[in-house]
């Protein structure tokens, strides 16, 4: 198993442009998580979702959308890029609920210029 | 109050030292806890869920205090390699989303 992936990861993005960070996962869990960590900050929680065709807003979505038509894919869509997006950004997943382990990606770190 | 709180350190040991960390909470209603290690530039990973009664991993042993709501990782005998950022770890109440610490920092010299 590969766990759970993330691509690209690094990148760097010019103000007002738009991308999207790939998220997978190949343990068929249905939860899944889109963090962002700010240098010796917390993780804070952008989006999640909690099944194929569910998703909800964390504590900072602002700036973001994610979509999850299948179990495995999570993306999480930047538009507009603002410089307070610089981060590093995790996905994660857990195969149920937060009494369960949560796996994390091995982050993208993007910078917005 | 902040919802999670940790003291960001560092805590500078030596091998083979038992250190302490504590992590207060502030949602009462809170019913999951664990710690999560972070290693420079890496994604965060499980360390030990955190129980009522308290458990042991090893040379790791967490315990939680529903009354003063904190919760506690000692690690005992301590390796170098357990120099990393230690991540305490809070459900929302009673929902499903988890607050992140902002982490201890552990460096463990020879």
């Known amino acids: 198993n590969a766990g759970v992936t993330q691509t690209p990861k690094f990148r760097i993005l010019k103000i007002g442009q738009s991308m999207t960070l790939q998220c997978a996962q190949d343990m068929n869990h249905n939860y899944m998580y889109w963090y962002r960590q700010d240098p010796g900050m917390g993780l804070k929680l952008i989006y999640y979702s909690v099944g194929a065709g569910i998703t909800d807003k964390g504590e900072v979505p602002n700036g973001y959308n994610v979509s999850r038509s299948t179990t495995e894919d999570f993306p999480l869509r930047l538009e507009l890029a603002a410089p307070s997006q610089t981060s590093v950004y995790f996905c994660?997943?857990?195969?149920?609920?937060?009494?369960?382990?949560?796996?994390f990606g091995p982050g993208t770190r993007l910078t917005v210029l | 109050r902040k919802e999670v709180e940790q003291d960001p350190g560092p805590f500078n040991v030596p091998e083979g030292a038992t250190v302490a960390f504590n992590c207060t909470y502030s949602?009462?209603?809170?019913?999951?806890f664990f710690w999560y290690r972070q290693d420079c530039r890496k994604e965060p990973k499980l360390l030990m869920s955190?129980?009522?009664s308290g458990n042991e991993d090893g040379r790791f042993t967490a315990q939680l205090n529903r009354a003063s709501q904190y919760i506690s990782l000692l690690i005992r005998d301590s390796k170098l390699s357990d120099s990393a950022t230690y991540l305490c770890?809070?459900?929302?109440?009673?929902?499903?989303?988890?607050?992140f610490g902002t982490g201890t920092r552990l460096q463990v010299f020879p």
């Open positions: 994660a997943s857990s195969y149920r609920d937060t009494y369960n382990e949560q796996f």
């Open positions: 955190v129980y009522s």
């Open positions: 949602n009462s209603a809170s019913q999951s």
């Open positions: 770890v809070v459900n929302i109440g009673y929902t499903d989303k988890l607050i």
